[in-house]
């Protein structure tokens, strides 16, 4: 019983140990971090605040970081060395929430708030210790941040009143290059330094050149369903070949809302979907983390989650390349 918070992100270690995060929607509410240490058969509370929850990310099997704040009006950046059993605060830039983060390693992390006044884009170099402005600019302050390694990295700023942008850096953060876009990323993540992939609602990018240019990638609609709404919200990246994304959902002939999983196994040269059980009943998938091509997880906003220990692939899930 999450007390009508909503899943805001998640993220597993192994096959066995997951956590994720809940945001809240006032002051008054709680949020939480849960986890499991067995695959997602059952979770366990460790630590919750009147904090938003917004980003849980780690730098290895042992350390990572959650960001937050909102609308507690009171920023929070969380660190854990333990596999996330145990939470403390560290020190942050003085901003209202902070909506994202990116680590390179244990000392090495960006981080950002979209909040007008105090927000903008931070760096630290020693674990948080002190933190450097890299990028202010008032109500257009970036809501995503996502580093591919050391140099290389983009941001955005997502549809406002006053616009979108997706920002580019290619000296660690330094200087950035804007470009306005009619519809910027949600999710980013690259498999190496040149090769990546980017998604919307409404459509999946790749690149091969370390982001100097993307060509779009096409989705399948549901054979014999009445209507589709393609388009992945999140993805989990396997290797170069194989990647799951989740978002998308259709409408059966009897007009009920079906979630969609797409995979690729070539790269999103072709994308394919698997159609979970229906006896699920749920409409729309908004989280998914993979360990690797066989073990996944996939999460509505609310707790409702299914697992998957063979890719996906069984007698009653629909297939195609």
């Known amino acids: 019983n999450l007390n009508g918070t909503q899943i805001s992100d998640v993220v597993f270690l192994d096959s066995l140990n997951g956590l994720f995060i809940t945001n809240n929607s006032n002051v008054y509410d709680t949020s939480y971090i849960f986890k499991t240490t067995d695959g997602g058969n059952n979770w366990f ?80 170099t020693n674990g948080g210790l002190n933190w450097t402005s890299q990028f202010y600019q008032f109500n257009q302050n970036p809501d995503k941040i996502y580093m591919v390694n050391k140099n290389l990295g983009f941001m955005r700023r997502g549809e ?23 519809s910027t990323f949600y999710q980013m ?16 990018k790749k690149t091969t050149d370390g982001g100097s ?6 989705l399948p609609n549901v054979i014999g369903s009445i209507f589709n709404g393609a388009g992945i919200l999140e993805f989990s990246v396997i290797n170069k070949d194989t990647v799951f994304g989740v978002g998308g959902w259709y409408d059966d002939p009897n007009n009920v809302s079906r979630c969609i999983i797409y995979k690729t196994t070539n790269g999103g040269l072709n994308w394919g ?7 699920f009943n749920i409409w729309q998938l908004s989280h998914v983390f993979f360990t690797d091509k066989n073990n996944g997880w996939a999460f509505r906003f609310t707790t409702k989650c299914i697992h998957t220990l063979t890719g996906g692939l069984r007698h009653n899930i629909l297939y195609c390349d």
């Open 213 to 218: 240019s993307w060509v779009k990638q096409s």
């Open 273 to 279: 979907y698997q159609i979970p059980d229906t006896s």
């Open 45 to 124: 509370q460790v630590y919750k605040n009147n904090k938003d929850f917004f980003k849980i990310s780690f730098v290895n099997s042992q350390t990572g970081f959650v960001c937050g704040g909102y609308n507690s009006y009171n920023d929070n950046l969380l660190k854990t060395t333990n596999k996330g059993s145990n939470w403390f605060s560290i020190n942050s830039p003085s901003a209202l929430y902070f909506k994202d983060l990116s680590m390179l390693n244990e000392d090495t992390m960006w981080i950002v708030s979209d909040n007008g006044l105090e927000g903008g884009l931070f760096q630290t």
């Open 189 to 204: 993540k690259f498999i190496d330094n040149l090769t990546g992939w980017l998604t919307s609602l409404t459509f999946v």
């Open 160 to 182: 406002t009143p006053f616009g979108s942008y997706v920002g580019r850096t290619s000296n660690g953060g330094a200087n950035w290059i804007l470009q306005n876009e009619d």
